[in-house]
């Protein structure tokens, strides 16, 4: 049964950090590119980080220079490191394969719990 765990969200002042992690289940995770997403009350959920395999990463313009994706394959654990943080920034932030959708052997909308990001002074 496929899982995903986020953590490490909060409640941090403007411009703070913070280190998200994310747990996977599965015997492959390794050779899967990985993203973090987020949603925000009434929009709908966005790509802000990705990382392949090869540790080749890609962030979208409104993170990038802020955001890092990181990933230790010996602990299936994906990790979003997150500076200079904005009250835009507020948002439940989930873990996937990207795209979503393929972290089991077959395609599956499954999301985890996500992990709650506040960015408020």
């Known amino acids: 049964q496929v899982q995903l765990v986020e953590s490490g969200g909060g409640l941090v002042q403007p411009g703070g950090s913070l280190r998200l992690s994310c747990v996977a289940s599965?015997?492959?995770?390794?050779?899967?590119?990985m993203g973090w997403y987020r949603q925000a009350p009434g929009n709908q959920r966005e790509w802000v980080a990705a990382?392949?395999?090869?540790?080749?990463?890609n962030y979208p313009d409104f993170v990038k220079g802020r955001f890092t994706i990181t990933r230790d394959n010996a602990l299936n654990t994906v990790y979003l490191q997150m500076n200079s943080l904005k009250p835009e920034d507020t948002a439940v932030y989930y873990c996937?394969?990207?795209?979503?959708?393929?972290?089991?052997?077959?395609?599956?909308?499954?999301w985890g719990q996500g992990t709650q990001v506040t960015v408020s002074s």
């Open positions: 599965g015997s492959d995770f390794g050779v899967k590119t």
């Open positions: 990382i392949t395999a090869a540790r080749l990463t």
């Open positions: 996937n394969t990207f795209p979503p959708g393929h972290i089991g052997t077959r395609y599956d909308d499954y």
